[in-house]
């Protein structure tokens, strides 16, 4: 049986949502752990 | 005090763990800065991946949670392809075409630019506009509205503690608290609303039940809007060229490259985003047809209780912290948008003697202070706070998107007198419009805003909605910079 296209069109922008903020924060946390460890060592 | 739901002692847990841990990384992160810079720009590095967060996070608020969401219940998928959809237009262009031009001239502040360019009249004019656009009155009233429903407290207290939380942060800690919490925020409003779409769509038998039950007219592109209610609401886009804290994101950069990265990734978050609200908003339509909703139900509440009902206990708790911390992330970022106008914009050009940064910066905690207490009292003491939102957009747009584009296009035309009328005639035609409409017009309820009927004597009838207002004002606005920049040949640009 084939998907409703709607329902196929919300499934992945549900996938791409979750996927999608899920790798944008984990490059976060990447990016802010070295740029508060160069401050602190700025800093000191 | 009735709430929506009776939450679970996991879900309360989570509610309170999240409102205090945002509030001490505030306070841990205001050790962290030693320079104006630092405070209100994070030290100007921010990188790629950062930047998305709090792009993102900041520009989706409850209003897009609750009224786009109303849209796409009243009228289906034209919520996405008529008023999300184009909006994308205009980020594009901001990504492509001004992110670097604007980054790598130093700028600190949207009235900045005005001030190199033009002067400080102009500069003035433009930091007012951005102060008052900036006041987070309606994300305070959100804050009231997602207490009163879901927690079950009353609106003004909801707001004072959960929108103080984003006082608190705001003021220690600056953009870096900002940044730093809006990321988390981002993830959180991601995370649940994604999980909330299948399980609200399962709800009620998915799309194939809604295709079957709702009026067909929920599937068209463009649904039953008329095509031209549809071009206004691609007109209200164009704020995002001039908006303080996009631009603010801009200046605190890493590099150009890192913005409009970060700008052209945000478009396919706010596009999923979008239409996850849609879809939502939808599955709620079809929960009020089947009864599972009751039929009188707000259509701004709807894509909220829908997905509460949907959830199970623990993801409840987690949903309701993506609905705060969507609106969380907008609070922190334009009290200290609008902080910095005070600080910044109006009080350091026109100091008597230098400021100093440790000045400035507290010159900009009392700011965000000062906003965030106005905004309070707007939000519950103006009745009408969604066209008052709606007119202070049409003051900024208004009043700077002619002489900051013409600006960072056309440096010639950096006429002192060209900035100075562009800015006047397009804040005063913005004022006498809304003033015309509102006086002359009535209020209509079916429509949520004034119109002023005009019937010519051969019986034709127009209609003018104060919504329309910018279709005056900006073509006020670029004559205005014409005239100005004829009448200005003497003075060199600055």
Not at chain 2, 409 to 414: K, L, S, V
Request: with cysteine.
């Amino acid at each position: 049986m084939s998907m409703n296209i709607w329902q196929a069109v919300s499934i992945i922008s549900a996938w791409m949502l979750g996927l999608s903020a899920t790798a944008v924060f984990i490059l976060f946390l990447r990016d802010i752990l070295v740029i508060l460890r160069i401050k602190g060592k700025r800093d000191d | 005090m009735n709430s929506l739901i009776t939450l679970s002692s996991v879900d309360i847990a989570i509610i309170v763990g999240y409102i205090g841990g945002v509030i001490v990384l505030g306070v841990w992160l205001s050790r962290r800065h030693k320079n104006f810079d630092d405070y209100f720009l994070a030290g100007r590095v921010l990188t790629a991946p950062i930047l998305v967060c709090t792009l993102v996070s900041t520009y989706y608020g409850i209003d897009v949670l609750l009224g786009d969401s109303e849209l796409a219940y009243n009228e289906g998928i034209v919520g996405f392809f008529g008023y999300s959809m184009p909006i994308y237009l205009f980020y594009l262009v901001a990504a492509l075409l001004l992110a670097k031009r604007l980054k790598n001239q130093g700028f600190t502040s949207l009235p900045e630019i005005l001030m190199r360019y033009y002067g400080p009249n102009t500069q003035m004019l433009g930091a007012i506009a951005s102060f008052l656009y900036s006041l987070p009155a309606l994300s305070l009233f959100g804050f009231g509205l997602v207490a009163h429903v879901v927690l079950g407290w009353e609106p003004m207290v909801g707001a004072a503690i959960l929108g103080g939380a984003a006082l608190v942060y705001t003021i220690l800690g600056g953009l870096w608290a900002v940044a730093v919490t809006d990321a988390i925020q981002f993830f959180m409003m991601c995370i649940t609303l994604a999980v909330a779409v299948p399980l609200a769509l399962g709800k009620v038998g998915g799309y194939e039940w809604l295709e079957a039950n709702l009026d067909p007219g929920y599937f068209q592109f463009f649904g039953d809007v008329p095509i031209w209610l549809v071009l206004i609401y691609v007109m209200t886009g164009l704020s995002v060229l001039v908006e303080p804290a996009f631009y603010q994101r801009i200046f605190s950069a890493k590099n150009a490259k890192s913005v409009r990265n970060a700008m052209l990734f945000g478009i396919v978050l706010w596009g999923s985003y979008d239409w996850a609200v849609t879809a939502i908003a939808m599955a709620a339509k079809g929960a009020a047809l089947q009864g599972i909703l009751p039929m009188d139900v707000h259509p701004n509440e709807a894509v909220l209780r829908i997905s509460v009902l949907s959830l199970p206990a623990g993801l409840v708790g987690l949903f309701i912290v993506g609905v705060l911390a969507a609106e969380m992330s907008t609070v922190d970022s334009y009290c200290l948008v609008a902080g910095s106008n005070l600080s910044y914009d109006i009080y350091k050009p026109r100091a008597m003697k230098n400021v100093t940064d440790e000045q400035l910066i507290r010159m900009t905690r009392i700011g965000v202070v000062i906003s965030w207490v106005i905004g309070y009292f707007v939000a519950f003491y103006f009745e009408r706070m969604l066209a008052l939102w709606v007119f202070l957009s049409t003051l900024l747009t208004s009043t700077v998107l002619v002489p900051i584009l013409l600006g960072i296009f056309c440096p010639d035309w950096r006429k002192p007198l060209a900035g100075l009328m562009s800015a006047v005639t397009g804040l005063v035609s913005a004022i006498l419009f809304y003033g015309i409409v509102e006086w002359l017009g009535t209020f209509s309820e079916e429509n949520g805003t004034t119109i002023l009927t005009i019937i010519t004597e051969s019986g034709i009838r127009y209609d003018i909605w104060q919504e329309y207002a910018m279709l005056f004002t900006l073509p006020l606005s670029l004559i205005g910079f014409f005239v100005g920049l004829l009448l200005d040949r003497g003075s060199e640009k600055l």
